[in-house]
């Protein structure tokens, strides 16, 4: 056979960084703060809710595509009691395969071949190769260090006649930059001058710390535009779950909806019923998320910081980007493949979230969704190095 069998479109992207960075912490013996999973499970009651709905038979066949009735009412109560946004939990919700399915269903039923799409690059790895499974045209938008805030100017100047949507994330992936009220509303005027669609990845929305997290779909002239997804994986703590969803207006959550019958299908059932369950937890558990989360993001930035690595302080997310250079260091990928080895911790060269590789090249991002215990432990390993200069 000699045609690459991987199709063309995807060549390039499958980006093998993370699992060379888990085998090199599992080889090594290294703290893993590279990929963003909890080493803490969530809620007691919720697992327990799971493992009750598969022993009595709740979901255990397929249940409806949009999801069960319960977890599209929990859905739409959710975005009403933080937000003040009125969705049909009949046919303006739709419960997903993780975020990660809400993004490819999005960005297949959406995009036709040649269409530009626009995103703010750091980007989560999936938004490139989804737009190319779509056939689209990925048009980077970069966020620059230190604040990582979204450039209107090189916003306007990447708008075309072919670009049909802006995919936004805030809180954002991997440079913990929260988008304010006011940079929304101008980027949310710029779609509606364009006629344009906007995907929202919201799943870090109760991960804020400075700030509020404000859905685009909020803003005026934007409902009937936006695509808002967001997921249970990082609100409750259940990665493994893949319990994701979208909400939009009719027409949207239906064409999404035609492409995840053909991807999936249906979603998860007994873990459905557990997370309208979770969804309906009260405000101290929301408010606990952010609580908690600062905490450990004050430990690492701080200990970053002294083992003397320019520190970018997050105002969202479980991502603390930094940059190296202070070690005498330009390439965060090579830091990384030595981290393991000469500090016994493993973290995720910045890179790899860009198009513009010259803008990350020496950005290394941290995950510090650990236990206080295992940070410290990681900081006190990376306190032994020293910046060069
Ligand atoms: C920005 C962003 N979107 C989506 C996802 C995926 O969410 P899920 O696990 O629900 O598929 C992640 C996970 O890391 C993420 O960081």
Not at 133 to 161: H, I, K, N, Q
């Amino acid at each position: 056979m000699n045609r690459p069998l991987l199709n063309r479109r995807l060549a390039g992207l499958g980006t093998t960084i993370f699992a060379e960075m888990s085998e090199l912490a599992v080889a090594t013996g290294s703290v893993n703060l590279g990929q963003g999973f909890p080493d803490t499970d969530g809620p007691a009651e919720i697992a327990r809710a799971a493992a009750d709905a598969i022993l009595a038979g709740r979901g255990n066949q397929y249940p409806p595509g949009a999801g069960i009735p319960q977890l599209r009412e929990a859905i739409s109560e959710h975005q009403r009691r933080f937000y003040d946004l009125a969705v049909d939990p009949d046919g303006e919700v739709l419960v997903t395969a993780g975020a990660t399915e809400a993004i490819a269903a999005a960005l297949l039923a959406l995009v036709e071949p040649g269409d530009e799409v626009i995103a703010f690059e750091p980007y989560y790895d999936s938004y490139a190769a989804c737009i190319a499974m779509a056939g689209g045209v990925r048009v980077p938008v970069t966020l620059r260090a230190p604040g990582f805030r979204p450039d209107l100017d090189e916003l306007r100047a990447a708008f075309t006649s072919r670009t049909r949507l802006i995919l936004l994330n805030s809180p954002h992936n991997p440079t913990g930059s929260v988008f304010t009220r006011a940079e929304l509303t101008a980027i949310a005027e710029l779609a509606c001058a364009h006629d344009l669609l906007v995907i929202s990845d919201e799943v870090y929305e109760h991960m804020v710390f400075t700030g509020d997290h404000v859905p685009v779909a909020s803003l005026p002239g934007m409902r009937e535009r936006t695509v808002s997804i967001s997921s249970a994986a990082k609100t409750f703590s259940f990665t493994g779950w893949k319990i994701g969803w979208v909400t939009g207006t009719r027409e949207i959550v239906s064409a999404v909806r035609t492409v995840k019958q053909f991807l999936t299908y249906v979603s998860g059932g007994p873990f459905q019923y557990a997370i309208a369950q979770a969804l309906a937890l009260p405000d101290e558990y929301y408010r606990s998320i952010g609580a908690n989360l600062a905490v450990k993001r004050d430990l690492m930035c701080d200990g970053l910081a002294a083992a003397g690595f320019d520190v970018y302080r997050p105002d969202g997310t479980y991502f603390i980007m930094t940059d190296i250079r202070p070690f005498g260091e330009v390439s965060g990928l090579e830091f990384c493949r030595k981290l393991p080895y000469e500090a016994g911790v493993v973290a995720i060269p910045s890179v790899v979230f860009y198009d513009n590789s010259e803008a990350g090249q020496s950005q290394v991002r941290f995950a510090f969704c650990k236990k206080e215990e295992v940070l410290a432990e990681a900081l006190a390993r990376l306190a032994g190095m020293r910046p060069s200069g």
